[in-house]
Nanobody
C-alpha cells in the first residue's frame, strides 16, 4: 500500500523559511511527477511546484523565486524549500506523486506565516 507522509510544517514569521518533506512508502514505480499543492481556508487547492521526471520544474507565479522543489536521488522523497515566506503562503500543503498508472496524495502539513 502506497503512503505519502508530509512533514516540516509549522508556524513561522514573515520572511522566514521552512523545508517540507514528502516521504513515499510502498511500491511506487514509474514516477512521472512529484508535486506540492496547497489549500487555504475557503480557497481551491492550487499547484505550488512540480518536478517532472527528467528534471523540469514548474512553479506557481506567486512562489516563483522563493520556493524550490527537489527530490532525493534514490528514495521516493520530495522536498519543498520555502524562503521569504509571506502571510498569504499560509495553507495546508499537500504532496502528490503521479505515476503512469496512478496518483497518490498525502494528508498534508500545515504552514502558518504570522507575526
Amino acid at each position: 500500500q502506497v503512503q505519502l507522509v508530509e512533514s516540516g510544517g509549522g508556524v513561522v514569521q514573515p520572511g522566514g523559511s521552512l523545508r517540507l518533506t514528502c516521504e513515499g512508502s510502498g511500491s511506487i514505480s514509474g514516477i512521472y511527477v512529484m508535486a506540492w499543492y496547497r489549500q487555504a481556508p475557503g480557497k481551491q487547492r492550487e499547484m505550488v511546484a512540480a518536478l517532472v521526471s527528467g528534471g523540469t520544474t514548474r512553479y506557481a507565479e506567486s512562489v516563483q523565486g522563493r520556493f524550490s522543489i527537489s527530490r532525493h536521488k534514490v528514495e521516493n522523497t520530495a522536498y519543498l524549500q520555502m524562503n521569504s515566506l509571506k502571510p498569504e503562503d499560509t495553507a495546508m500543503y499537500f504532496c502528490k506523486i503521479t505515476t503512469r498508472a496512478n496518483e497518490y496524495w498525502g494528508q498534508g502539513t500545515q504552514v502558518t506565516v504570522s507575526s
